[in-house]
């Protein structure tokens, strides 16, 4: 019978503890699996974190040789995951957060940086490729037009034009924006750009979706 590991991060000691007793189980001939949160969301001061978790699986001395992560397991889509669940909470990504922090990669100091760029390994475990960063992100600094629940039409054909979708016609049209304004309604702040991509590649699953009742 597997063990289940679900700690908390009171004492910022979580990941540790959460792999560390994995591993023990492991190397005892019992499964274990921990449970993780993305961004370490969690009750008080947090669960272990997800992207964390596989960091230490995956790269850390001891581990990395002798326990395999599940192939199916997509480390390059910790990035994208993880701003989203920032966004959807409302609660920022910590600037120290590993892996996906806005310092995970960064180097000021003269040796830092001289070291990094000479050889990436000397500062840094893991390639922020492999998290799925390094893409250049565009911010909006001039007008800004948005879809959501009192999107009109041409505000929302806009917002779609920017992303290069386009409707074969406004029976189509509406029914996106129908879906649109539905979403809206429920998350109460603007769709990201993946949202409304989905909306529009998937409006029969979206339905499926927003109106799905427990």
């Known amino acids: 019978m597997p063990i289940e590991l679900h700690c908390h991060n009171d004492l910022g000691m979580v990941v540790a503890c959460s792999v560390a007793g994995a591993k023990a189980a492991i190397d005892e001939g019992c499964d274990a699996y921990i449970n993780t949160t993305i961004n370490g969301m969690g009750e008080r001061a947090g669960n272990a974190d997800l992207v964390s978790v596989i960091l230490a699986l995956k790269f850390s001395s001891g ?19 993880a701003k989203y669940a920032a966004y959807a909470f409302k609660v920022a990504i910590p600037v120290n957060q590993p892996g996906v922090g806005a310092n995970a990669f960064a180097h000021e100091s003269g040796i830092h940086a001289d070291g990094a760029l000479k050889d990436r390994r000397n500062y840094e475990l893991y390639d922020f490729e492999e998290l ?11 007008r800004q037009i948005t879809a959501g ?35 809206n309604v429920h998350t109460q702040q603007p769709l990201t750009h993946d949202e409304l991509r989905f909306i529009a590649g998937y409006p029969d699953i979206a339905k499926q979706i927003f109106t799905m009742n427990p």
Request: positive net charge.
């Open 63 to 81: 581990l990395k040789k002798k326990y395999h992560l599940d192939e199916r397991v997509k480390l390059d889509h910790a990035w994208k995951i």
């Open 149 to 183: 629940e009192y999107s009109g039409i041409k505000g929302f054909r806009n917002v779609y034009d920017k992303l290069e979708i386009k409707f074969k016609d406004n029976k189509e049209s509406t029914k996106i924006l129908e879906l649109v304004r539905y979403a």
């Open 132 to 142: 799925g960063r390094g893409d250049p992100e565009l911010i909006e600094t001039g």
